[in-house]
């Protein structure tokens, strides 16, 4: 094909991502999970056989971008012989929901015609705006198909979440966006073997995506475009690394701020800390660096880590993450990512212990359930007038007076004087702690009765 009509390809066009859309649920890449014979997809994506009734389940499909929720709507809807309908949460009301319910009613009523109602991003819909769908759903008029990034259990009302079937959705594998990359090359209606690319270009692609079809199909058509501009003679152009590269120079990282990825990814960070995973760790600091969390919020996780998981065992570790945490706030980014890297690794690696954090715990356990008692007069303040009148702060021994600097008192009421909080860990700067502790105890309470 010559160069002169290669450009064609392109000229005028849909995106690639819309022209390879499937026309069968068999041609859809990933999510086979969903697609077993017999499962409540396939059902829904039936066409009824006259006399019988075929399946009216709404379905609620969450998972990241480009995984297919748009293109499994309009399967179900075309396979099955309904009408589709699109509105998006972004810019559809109470108004448009209300009107697309009576015109499906009316049609049902009328000439039978069923419909598909496809709602994207519905968990931007409001509790009202979702309410206005529940009467098409109860009875029928509608089979709303709604697509969501976010955890329905939380972005999708209980009444309409009942009602549902929550199908999820997973992140495409390199392995099955290759294969639609390859399927994209030849396609007539894609690329029609206008250019050719090595498994090496295609795993590259598959590897920016980040798990997205659509976006490894907008990378391939941007590399073919400039593979095909940059071609100096006719002929099979083959699409280079060079070519991706200068299409896309960075690799999507799925990270919504307000979503469940973001919640994911600092749960890996937390728990890899916790873990001692230093390449972890540093592998989930990076990408909250490179999806724009703010390097603040980062600062403050580690400080909490800091003082939880490490605790007693390394002392040094909450003035280290303090400090990063300020470095932060000071020099800003770039240049935040090296006090964070650095605070990271070292509570990655330091000798870990949660004491302290299960000693308050416990202690205000006991105080909210009513374990507390008056203070002891001997530590209670003298200071005011009648204090000492009362018995305030008679008996107090003074521990600077003995040459141990410890002296046996009861500091606890009896209510809780054998209440145990502080149990220091065999590890770290907290194994000294453990025979020291031991011994404080034992002359604090051998004070007389």
Do not use: C
């Not at 829904?44 to 006259?50: D, G, N, R, S, W």
């Not at 480009?66 to 998006?88: D, N």
């Amino acid at each position: 094909m010559a160069m002169s009509d290669q450009s064609g390809l392109f000229a005028g066009a849909m995106p690639l991502a819309a022209r390879m859309r499937p026309n069968s649920l068999g041609e859809l890449v990933g999510q086979k999970h969903l697609l077993k014979p017999g499962s409540p997809l396939q059902a829904l994506a039936t066409k009824a056989v006259p006399g019988e009734k075929s399946s009216t389940v709404s379905v609620i499909l969450w998972g990241p971008p480009g995984t297919g929720k748009t293109t499994i709507a309009q399967l179900v809807a075309r396979l099955s012989g309904r009408r589709f309908i699109e509105l998006s949460a972004i810019t559809a009301g109470v108004k448009d929901v209300r009107e697309v319910m009576e015109r499906a009613r009316a049609d049902r009523d009328a000439y039978g015609v069923n419909t598909v109602l496809f709602l994207d991003e519905i968990h931007r819909f409001s509790k009202a705006q979702q309410d206005a769908l529940l009467p098409g759903v109860e009875n029928g008029w509608i089979v709303l198909i709604a697509a969501t990034t976010e955890n329905p259990s939380f972005s999708v009302i209980s009444p309409l979440l009942s009602r549902s079937l929550v199908l999820t959705l997973s992140s495409l594998e390199d392995s099955d966006l290759v294969v639609l990359l390859q399927r994209a090359i030849l396609a007539p209606q894609g690329l029609a073997g206008a250019v050719e690319a090595s498994s090496d270009v295609l795993a590259q692609i598959a590897l920016l995506s980040g798990g997205d079809a659509r976006r490894a199909l907008t990378i391939l058509e941007a590399a073919a475009t400039v593979a095909l501009g940059s071609a100096k003679e006719p002929g099979m152009v083959a699409i280079s690394e060079e070519h991706v590269a200068g299409a896309m120079d960075r690799a999507l990282v799925r990270y919504d701020k307000d979503g469940d990825q973001h919640y994911d990814v600092i749960s890996a960070f937390i728990k890899s800390v916790r873990g001692s995973d230093a390449d972890a760790a540093i592998h989930y600091l990076a990408r909250m660096i490179e999806a724009g969390e703010d390097p603040r919020f980062i600062g403050r996780r580690l400080i909490i880590l800091a003082a939880e998981d490490i605790g007693l065992a390394d002392p040094a570790a909450l003035p280290l993450a303090v400090a990063a945490a300020e470095a932060v706030a000071m020099i800003g980014m770039p240049e935040g990512r090296i006090p964070l890297a650095e605070a990271t690794i070292y509570l990655a690696m330091a000798p870990k212990s949660n004491s302290a954090y299960k000693a308050i715990n416990s202690a205000l356990d006991d105080i909210r359930n009513g374990l507390f008692a008056e203070v002891p007069n001997p530590l209670k303040s003298s200071n005011h007038v009648g204090a000492k009148g009362a018995g305030a702060g008679v008996g107090y021994l003074y521990p600077h007076d003995d040459p141990k600097s410890v002296v046996p008192q009861r500091y606890l009421a009896d209510k809780t004087l054998n209440r145990s909080y502080f149990v220091p860990k065999d590890i770290g700067a907290e194994r000294e702690l453990v025979e020291r502790w031991a011994k404080l105890r034992t002359i604090i309470r051998s004070f007389k009765k």
